[in-house]
């Protein structure tokens, strides 16, 4: 195994552009009048993390990211159980696992939606996505669809899902406020949105948690918040992680 993934055995995993109005002069000859300018676009978004920080997973090897992934030790996969009961993912549910992997969770909900809920499986590296569907199939569910989605948007129809789960993913958004906004109009009214991510605090978390992760705990629930959702609170309390809820706002 490589250093990379050495490294990675605790990490998850998962197109603006910039427009220019002007503002246009009225074409008559009455005199004193002009046209109000055109309103300006809201700024283009600026990386928050290297293109290279998800490059790995765009070809990826499935059977090598799955040894890392799904490994004893690493607390998003020990806990899963837990993590997935404190969703109260019911019957008839749909649910998008957003930066899938190699699908842990999604089988997890594939089951516990049962067969007339679905589980979207979203993921940017489409190895990923095809392991899933053979991996459904494995597991004898039919009720997961898979999505390859690129670093701005989900590809989620809107009002298509009840809840939305990044596990170890919320740091690898380069472009975190559009893919907020993508995740919030994929809710239906009142719909979850849960995020377990890594805990960044200097003098606690290792070195590599502190280089490799963009935001603390306080910064991404403000960063959501400010995308039209309210905390809610954290269902499991994490060694490594922390695990949040919110809930959409709006409509």
Not at 111 to 123: E, H, L, N, P, T
Not at 164 to 188: E, G, N, Q
Not at 200 to 221: C, D, F, K, T, Y
């Amino acid at each position: 195994m490589s250093a990379f993934a050495s490294h990675l055995r605790h990490f998850h995993l998962p197109r603006a552009m910039p427009l220019l109005l002007a503002g246009l002069l009225c074409g008559g000859q009455v005199a004193g009048v002009v046209d109000a300018p055109a309103p300006l676009s809201q700024p283009a978004e600026a990386p928050a993390v290297p293109r290279s920080m998800n490059a790995h997973y765009l070809d990826a090897d499935v059977q090598q990211w799955r040894s890392i992934f799904e490994s004893s030790g690493r607390e998003v996969f020990d806990r899963r159980f837990q993590v997935v009961a404190a969703l109260d993912v019911r019957p008839g549910m749909r649910v998008a696992d957003v930066g899938a992997g190699t699908g842990l969770y999604t089988m997890l909900f594939a089951r516990a939606v049962g067969a007339s809920g679905k589980v979207y499986a979203v993921d940017i590296s489409p190895t990923f996505v095809a392991s899933i569907k053979d991996r459904a199939a494995e597991y004898h569910v039919d009720n997961v669809v898979g999505i390859v989605n690129d670093e701005h948007s989900t590809e989620l129809p809107p009002g298509s899902v009840d809840l939305v789960f990044l596990a170890d993913t919320y740091h690898h958004f380069a472009y975190p406020r559009s893919m907020l906004t993508s995740i919030h109009t994929a809710l239906v009214p009142g719909g979850v949105l849960a995020i377990v991510d890594f805990r960044r605090q200097p003098g606690l978390s290792n070195p590599w948690v502190l280089g490799h992760v963009r935001a603390g705990r306080e910064q991404v629930i403000e960063e959501v918040q400010h995308a039209g959702f309210e905390y809610l609170d954290e269902p499991v309390k994490l060694r490594a992680n922390y695990f949040l809820r919110f809930r959409k706002l709006g409509d």
